[in-house]
């Protein structure tokens, strides 16, 4: 099967888009004897800099013949529109709120990503779980990512990705390597295909390292088709072992895609490495097929993108009725900014940012009350931990 690398797509260049036009939701459906049938959904959000800033998963509810809330993603940035935090919640149905899941913190280095930590939330504390660092060549490319495990409390380094490039800078591909007995061992290793122009990837070639052969392998390959406009309008990907699995892809050709505010912007740089940005015009749908072995593409799925509206849960039941509340005040405040629980719960954290993603006050254990007399006048988010439980709320520094 594919390997997900480090390193992922060819860099797309970000543009100004307009702030009332933009991807709002997303709709998937599965195909069985001749009818579509709902099976997950997205609900998308996004900054005053049209920046990804929330993606809500939706499940359907066959038997209520509703969507519910799977999960969230949420995203924070910094003042050059880059990712810095990705935080993961599942929903949980018995209190009717988010719980945290993982969290991905993303460092730049002169304005080039070259760090990436991963945590998970355990005991009302993130824990680190994994790192990656980028290396940078001496043309200023991504080079090399080295990826780390936490370990008895330190960083224990596994994986090793290598980009190469040919004399133009393009990328040609990559080889990954595993650490074994304290020395590097070839694990997969692909490479790219571009068209006549070198303007457009067409083809991915992975091969995985043959331990008993000495020798490397083919195990996929995936085969990008554009139309003359650039637009990706087929993907198929195509495994050893007879597997192959296709996406078509359809457009508005009346409408470009940076016109529009969507889920698919680069987020630090280096989010598209190892194939072409797939959208000229305003993408509709994607439909998906998988191979008989035979000779024919059976219809299996297909996802509608939805510019004007998001996907009601109105009749969803967010809260139960004994759901925990909170109250924060005084609100507008000047100095103390005291917190209550329905429960009178135990908070064990308190963080608060200001509207840019920016930490201004982490602390533990801090009773009912924080201190902000030295945080500057504006508007805070507020994020309050009592053990599994999270609350977020908003609070005025006068």
């Known amino acids: 099967m594919k390997k997900i690398t480090l390193f992922m797509l060819i860099v797309f260049t970000t543009v100004s888009l307009q702030a009332q036009t933009k991807i709002l939701s997303s709709i998937h459906e599965s195909f069985f004897s001749g009818n579509w049938y709902n099976s997950y959904a997205t609900n998308y959000e996004y900054d005053p800099n049209n920046n990804l800033t929330a993606e809500i998963s939706l499940e359907w509810d066959n038997i209520n013949s509703k969507w519910k809330i799977r999960e969230k993603v949420t995203y924070t940035y910094n003042a050059s529109n880059q990712v810095t935090s990705e935080v993961g919640q599942r929903w949980d149905d018995a209190t009717g709120m988010y719980i945290d899941s993982y969290r991905d913190t993303y460092s730049y280095t002169n304005g080039k990503f070259t760090q990436q930590i991963g945590e998970i939330w355990q005991n009302s504390n993130w824990v680190n779980e994994w790192k990656m660092t980028i290396g940078y060549n001496v043309n200023n490319l991504p080079e090399t990512a080295l990826s780390y495990s936490w370990i008895g409390g330190q960083w224990v380094n596994d994986y090793k990705d290598v980009l190469s490039y040919d004399g133009n800078n393009k990328t040609t591909g990559f080889s990954s390597q595993g650490l074994k007995n304290g020395t590097w061992v070839n694990t997969t290793r692909s490479t790219l295909t ?16 043959n331990v008993g052969n000495n020798s490397w392998e ?6 990008y088709t554009f139309d003359p406009t650039g637009n990706r309008v087929r993907m198929i990907d195509s495994y050893a072992d007879g597997d192959k699995y296709r996406t078509d892809y359809t457009y508005d050709s009346s409408s470009l895609m940076v016109n529009f505010a969507h889920p698919f912007k680069d987020k630090t740089g ?11 015009n305003k993408v509709l749908t994607e439909v998906d097929y998988y191979y008989d072995k035979v000779s024919t593409y059976i ?22 009725a004994n759901a925990v509340t909170i109250n924060v005040f005084p609100n507008p405040t000047q100095d103390y900014l005291s917190i209550e629980t329905s429960l009178n719960n ?20 801090v009773g009912n009350q924080i201190n902000v007399q030295n945080l500057a006048k504006g508007v805070y988010l507020l994020q309050v931990v009592s053990g599994d439980q999270k609350w977020d709320s908003k609070f005025i520094k006068n």
């Open 194 to 209: 571009y068209s006549l122009d070198k303007s457009k990837i067409l083809k991915d070639s992975y091969e995985d390292w």
């Open 218 to 223: 083919q195990s996929d390959v995936t085969d």
């Open 270 to 280: 280096v989010d598209y490495l190892d194939a072409t940005f797939p959208y000229v």
């Open 299 to 320: 219809l299996n799925g297909r996802t509608t993108y939805n510019y004007n509206s998001s996907i009601s849960l109105a009749t969803e039941k967010f809260e139960p």
């Open 346 to 365: 135990e908070i064990d954290k308190v963080v608060v940012t200001d509207l840019s993603g920016k930490t201004v006050l982490d602390q533990s254990k």
